[in-house]
């Protein structure tokens, strides 16, 4: 059995442990952490995962070592695994806007590098990750990692050089969907309903439609028309969004989101 490294143990991470040793048939006993903070891997510790003193540890004992730090802290998380490597190791990255290259420069060729943009949802087991592969990696370290991810969420292998695309289709896109539920909560409140009820209502339709648009075989714009009915209420807060260019807005806030990181790879 492979052994499964991590540097991180915060959501992300979390997230990953918990998926792999539920869905995926890793043991507890085969997960090795390392993190500045002791305290957030104790109830995987207290599972029979193995703690790390050092990330040299990390790099002896492991096979796939995840890094789940925060992309400013990289440079200090990649320093201090900088030449501990002493055979093939896949490591698969959550950093936003870190390029494989970051990664090979900085940890050699025995460094093969997984690029992945996870999103929060993967608590939950329904997420979405995005992964690229460096050149170097193996079709059976493809599988081993895809075998770890799967049972996650969704998952779709794409190009890296579109990878700062897709941190704003999938990795910050949570976060808008969030808002848009605040907003129609928060309206609705204005407008005498009680906000919980009106959050329960706004993301069970949320939920709803995001089961239509996997399941019932139809493209969103086709979705939109089946909601429509001529002269109805439906069409009268769509032209609004059309008078207000709700497009524009949003295609502003997606090139912001690809454009920060990109940022952050350079």
């Known amino acids: 059995m492979k052994k499964i490294g991590f540097y991180g143990c915060g959501n992300m991470a979390s997230a990953f442990i918990s998926g792999i040793t539920s869905k995926a048939g890793v043991s507890f006993y085969d997960v090795y952490i390392h993190t500045r903070t002791k305290q957030k891997a104790l109830p995987f510790l207290s599972k029979g995962a193995v703690w790390c003193e050092r990330p040299k540890d990390l790099a002896d004992s492991c096979d796939i070592i995840f890094i789940c730090v925060k ?10 695994l900088a030449g501990t490597l002493k055979h093939e190791t896949v490591i698969v990255s959550i950093l936003a806007g870190k390029k494989i290259s970051y990664f090979t420069s900085r940890l050699g060729e025995l460094a093969h590098v997984v690029r992945t943009m996870p999103n929060t949802p993967m608590l939950l ?16 370290e493809k599988d081993a990692v895809l075998r770890l991810i799967a049972p996650l969420g ?33 309206w609705a409140e204005k407008h005498g309903v009680d906000k919980e009820s009106a959050l329960d209502l706004a993301t069970a339709s949320m939920a709803g439609s ?10 969103p714009d086709e979705l939109i028309r ?3 009915s001529p002269g109805g209420t439906t069409l009268a807060a769509l032209s609004s969004f059309e008078i207000n260019d709700m497009r524009k807005v949003m295609e502003d806030a997606l090139d912001a989101c690809e454009q920060r990181s990109a940022e952050l790879s350079s």
């Open 71 to 80: 992309p400013q802290q990289g440079d200090a998380v990649l320093d201090e």
């Open 210 to 219: 995001a089961e239509m648009l996997r399941k019932a075989g139809k493209t």
């Open 125 to 140: 087991g329904c997420g979405a990750v995005a992964v690229s592969f460096d050149d170097v990696v193996a079709d059976a």
């Open 226 to 228: 089946d909601v429509s």
């Open 154 to 186: 969704t998952v779709k292998i794409i190009p890296e050089e579109q990878m700062d695309t897709i941190v704003a289709v999938n990795g910050s896109s949570p976060a808008y969907f969030y808002l848009f539920i605040k907003l129609i909560a928060d």
